[in-house]
């Protein structure tokens, strides 16, 4: 079981940029694929990005393509999400997942139920 942990998240005006982290407790950190998901109010949970393993990898939702980036620094055991130009239905808790199984279809690392370590999340707004 890896332990995640939240942080960087916050109220921000429309517009504005907020960066999150996630750091793991595993010494094998490399090996596994990270996602970003979020729950907004009365909605289910959603994805947003994910980053593989060794490869690198990045997958996105259409919603934040071009403005969410994931990153991660193995050495460090963290993964990233940078999120410009925010908006207000951005807002949601933001839940940070790591899986160690490896898959070749991009859908996979999309689906909540493949990964089976999740943080207890972290709050972002985005006011109008």
């Known amino acids: 079981q890896v332990q995640l942990v939240e942080s960087g998240g916050g109220l921000v005006q429309d517009g504005g940029s907020l960066r999150l982290s996630c750091a793991a407790s595993?010494?094998?950190?490399?090996?596994?694929?990270m996602g970003w998901f979020r729950q907004a109010p009365g909605r289910e949970r959603e994805f947003v990005a994910a980053?593989?393993?060794?490869?690198?990898?990045?997958y996105y939702a259409d919603s934040v393509k071009g403005r969410f980036t994931i990153s991660r620094d193995n050495a460090k055991n963290t993964v990233f999400l940078q999120m410009n130009t925010l908006k207000p239905e951005d807002t949601a808790v933001y839940y940070c997942a790591a899986t160690e199984t490896a898959n070749s279809g991009s859908y996979y690392y999309r689906r909540d139920d493949s990964y089976n370590n999740w943080g207890q999340g972290t709050q972002v707004t985005v006011s109008s």
């Open positions: 980053i593989r393993g060794n490869t690198g990898t990045t």
């Open positions: 595993t010494r094998t950190f490399s090996s596994y694929a």
